[in-house]
């Protein structure tokens, strides 16, 4: 059967990934054989950038013993907070200079994972976080880097940016190096998450695995990758909200395999979702929850064999429609607790040429499939004050 929605396989494209992705129970706890053998570094100082939360839990203080039982000098540092300023980043970058650290472990949600990366390359390079915002090659590459997740959604231990606030804005670093050697997938880290924590850090990996795949830089392996962590999510999201471990542990995986689809770069959802955080703040994943369904909507002119694969990935199978899709997409968030509407998220009807102008403007995404156009961005908005999706798929129709 000839698929001709699927990426060319001829055309250029590269697809990054950690060279080794160690998973199972309890597999973070073997961090002091994984530096050794992973990223040769049987000894010396070690930077553990970590989540309060999770090191509040007592879920660090296992890894930290077994590090300093291999001989290693472990340094713990957390505040990082939901969006790490350039100023935290930098100050814990100088504090990992002047102890020598010879490897960095991040452990936590994106914004440590994301810290993570931003200090390997400060150990290596001068200057601050602030100046190594956009695509950047540093000449001295970066330190040794293991990330290992503590959210269901984040899959920044898989992708090339890591994103820092600068003067109160959201600056993207893309970078090649920041996709570590060494990514620890640990369903333990994840087992006790707050069900809201699980509802929109799920959502954002769904996020991250449909725009992925419409992309139009989508690649063999990205859209592979996109499909089957969509797959994994539509089937255990809802039931790893609901309690079920072994779920829980599939949507880790999905992120994960989330993650490595951005080598194809996410699209208007995440655009959406910016402006949105930038109306009213909320967790990133919540923001991308109420924004999905409205991506899908915008970009329903996909060719069809894509559009139709999509569409039945997304609903288990049941329909061939986007239409459909994104309905089903927007009730799932709504059955976690997400918000689905400007109204339930608390934002103003007032608001929403600002952020339309802000979505073109200082997010777009070149490329999304249908291109940005601001007006059209009004009413796309618009049609989220009341959810009304029939209203979304309008403003793309042809």
Known sequence: MS??????????????SPAAVIGGFGSARNLA???STQLSTPSGSILLAVDDAVEAAGLI??????????????????GFGAEPSSEIIDT????A???????????????????????????????????????????????????????CGTGSEATRIAMVTVDGNKRASSCALFVPRVAVIDPELVA????????ATGMDALAHATESLMSSSASVLSAHHSLRAIDLLIHNLENAYNGDKDALAN????????????????????????????AHPMPHGMSCAIALPYCIAYNQNLEPGLARVLAQTLTGGRSHDLRIAAKEVA????????????????????????????CVNDYPRPTNPEPFDEELMVKLFGSMETGDLDLAFAVTAR
């Open 92 to 95: 814990i970058a100088k504090e």
């Open 251 to 278: 949507v880790l995986w999905a992120s994960h395999i989330a993650g490595q689809s951005l080598n194809a770069g996410v699209v208007l959802g995440h655009s959406l979702a910016y402006c949105l955080a930038h």
């Open 192 to 199: 006790s998450l707050p069900k809201s924590v699980i509802a």
């Open 61 to 78: 203080a296992p890894v930290k013993k077994a590090l300093i039982a291999a001989g290693y000098d472990v340094h713990i540092r957390g």
């Open 33 to 35: 054989s994984i530096l």
């Open 331 to 358: 009730a799932l968030s709504g059955r976690m607790g997400l918000p689905r509407t400007l109204a339930e998220a608390r934002i103003q009807p007032t608001e929403v040429p600002e952020m339309a102008r802000l």
């Open 97 to 151: 200079r002047a102890s020598e650290v010879a490897a960095v472990v991040g452990i936590g949600g994106g914004s440590v994972l994301d810290s993570s990366k931003l200090i390997a390359l400060l150990l290596r390079n001068e200057g601050g976080s602030a100046d190594w915002t956009g695509v950047v090659t540093p000449e001295n590459g970066v330190a040794p880097l293991v990330l290992v997740p503590t959210t």
């Open 3 to 16: 698929h001709s929605w699927w990426p060319s396989a001829t055309a250029n494209s590269v697809f990054l």
